[in-house]
């Protein structure tokens, strides 16, 4: 039997990427401020910069493109899309919006209010921006091993229960419900099990409180427990995934990851309580309940992506990939967080830069460093992300310095791996190099993405 686990699938499209020279992308770096969010896509080699919205669509999802009924309201690729959310979630009620954040706006819009507390493994960066445009304070409590990337565990995405549960006795009345991210991006892709996700939900249920997922790589979670956790080798991911569905009282969705799709999301949930107010921000801000800001081909792509993305051919693919690029930076020396996530790898930027000051945010450098050197273009996920700034100019820092390596699903083969791989390498060999960065010029939510820096 051979070792080598192919892609689960052939190319039938190709798109040319521009081979540029390091001078140019000093050049490029430089006129973007040091900040690769800044730099247009065709002047980067390898896109790592997120999964989301990334990847290429299959024949099947082209072909349901054809079929989108373009109806304002009442539209028949709305119930298509409907039934295969029902039957995989269970939920009642489904509201489909333009992406994730999206339906995050319209539940916390909603539902969540000034002095509220949402706990979480961990919220990324839009989610805890949202929360907090709300009044509500986003607490993150993921386990003890979640915060150390060196230490292996195979869920590292699961959630503290002794610790939700002093918050429940302490601050109960101030939580209108519990949060968890599945896989756990902030955390370095990593999965919850299906013990620790039912334990959650019983404490939250036994104080009143419902869970909601954030359940945007529900599929890549399922299938770490299918190959992880004691009793669910044998069962199909399909089933592992309504089990945690089941669990749950709800989701937020961001289908341009675990969807398939390049634009699309949705808020689906058991109960109708908070439904009416839910459809009417949707209607302010999105669009008619059965379109929810997308066309009817998104819609018909997207039913058909969260179909193929259970396939477990191309999950262990999937899961395999960044397992072999981990492999690849352990032979050079580089730490990452192990094990590796589903969707990226994320690179200790403390291994390759021991000597640089979280003042000058080793991981945004170490981000510079492989465009500089290779073209690479991953995201910082640390102090830059995660940092903030107080009134009295004071800076506190993230617990993590780490460069997101996330990988658009079905676009790039071994041999990029194998070249990123050998980028990596090589800049960890001439990280004494590699230049810090300050931050010049900054906004008030979410600097990362349109901060201005110079060399430190």
């Known amino acids: 039997m051979p070792k080598t686990l192919i892609e689960p699938f052939r190319i039938k499209s190709v798109e040319p990427i521009r081979m540029t020279t390091r001078p140019e992308r000093e050049e490029l770096l430089a006129a973007a401020k040091l900040n690769v969010f800044q730099l247009r896509a065709e002047d980067v080699l390898l896109d790592w910069l997120t999964d989301s919205g990334t990847g290429a669509m299959s024949t099947r999802q082209w072909a349901a493109i054809m079929l989108g009924d373009e109806s304002y309201a009442g539209a028949r690729s709305f119930y298509r899309l409907e039934a295969v959310v029902r039957d995989l979630t269970g939920y009642a009620h489904f509201v489909p919006t333009h992406q994730g954040r999206a339906a995050e706006r319209i539940l916390f819009g909603t539902v969540c209010k000034p002095g509220h507390v949402v706990p979480s493994n961990c919220h990324f960066d839009t989610t805890r921006a949202l929360l907090e445009w709300n009044g509500a304070e986003p607490r993150d409590l993921v386990v003890r091993e979640g915060l150390e990337p060196a230490t292996v565990h195979p869920f590292k995405g699961n959630i503290d229960l002794d610790r939700v549960e002093d918050l429940l006795r302490r601050e109960g009345e101030r939580v209108p419900f519990?949060?968890?991210?599945?896989?756990?991006?902030?955390?370095?892709?990593?999965p919850v099990s299906m013990e620790n996700l039912r334990g959650y939900a019983n404490l939250l249920h036994r104080h009143g409180k419902p869970l909601l997922l954030d359940a945007c790589r529900f599929a890549e979670n399922a299938m770490f427990v299918k190959m992880r956790e004691p009793g669910y080798a044998d069962v199909p991911v399909k089933q592992i995934a309504r089990?945690?569905?089941?669990?749950?009282?709800g989701c937020t969705m961001s289908a341009k990851k675990d969807g398939m799709v390049n634009i699309g999301g949705f808020?689906?949930?058991?109960?109708?309580?908070?439904?009416?107010?839910?459809?009417?921000?949707?209607?302010?801000?999105?669009?008619?309940?059965?379109?929810?800001?997308?066309?009817?081909?998104?819609?018909?792509a997207m039913a058909v992506g969260l179909e193929e993305v259970l396939d477990e051919q191309y999950l262990r693919y999937r899961l395999r990939t960044a397992e072999y690029l981990g492999e690849k930076?352990?032979?050079?020396?580089?730490?990452?967080?192990?094990?590796?996530?589903?969707?990226?790898?994320?690179?200790?930027?403390?291994?390759?830069?021991?000597?640089?000051?979280?003042?000058?945010?080793?991981?945004?450098?170490?981000?510079?460093?492989?465009?500089?050197?290779?073209?690479?273009?991953?995201?910082?996920?640390?102090?830059v992300m995660f940092g903030r700034r107080r009134e009295d100019g004071e800076e506190t820092f993230h617990a993590m310095e780490l460069v997101r390596l996330a990988f658009p699903r079905r676009m790039y083969t071994q041999s990029h791996f194998d070249y990123a791989a050998e980028v990596i390498a090589d800049v960890k060999k001439n990280a004494r190099d590699v230049r810090g960065v300050r931050i010049v010029k900054q906004?008030?939510?979410?600097r990362h993405f349109t901060c201005e820096c110079a060399w430190a």
């Open 178 to 190: 519990g949060m968890i991210t599945v896989t756990n991006n902030t955390g370095g892709g990593q």
């Open 243 to 249: 089990e945690m569905f089941g669990l749950a009282d």
């Open 267 to 300: 808020l689906a949930l058991k109960s109708d309580e908070w439904l009416e107010g839910v459809r009417n921000m949707l209607i302010l801000t999105e669009g008619f309940p059965t379109y929810g800001g997308l066309a009817g081909r998104d819609l018909e």
């Open 329 to 383: 930076l352990d032979e050079a020396g580089v730490g990452f967080v192990r094990p590796t996530g589903g969707h990226a790898v994320y690179i200790d930027a403390r291994t390759v830069l021991p000597d640089m000051p979280v003042e000058r945010y080793p991981a945004w450098a170490l981000t510079n460093a492989l465009y500089l050197e290779g073209g690479i273009r991953g995201v910082e996920i640390g102090s």
């Open 443 to 446: 906004s008030r939510t979410l």
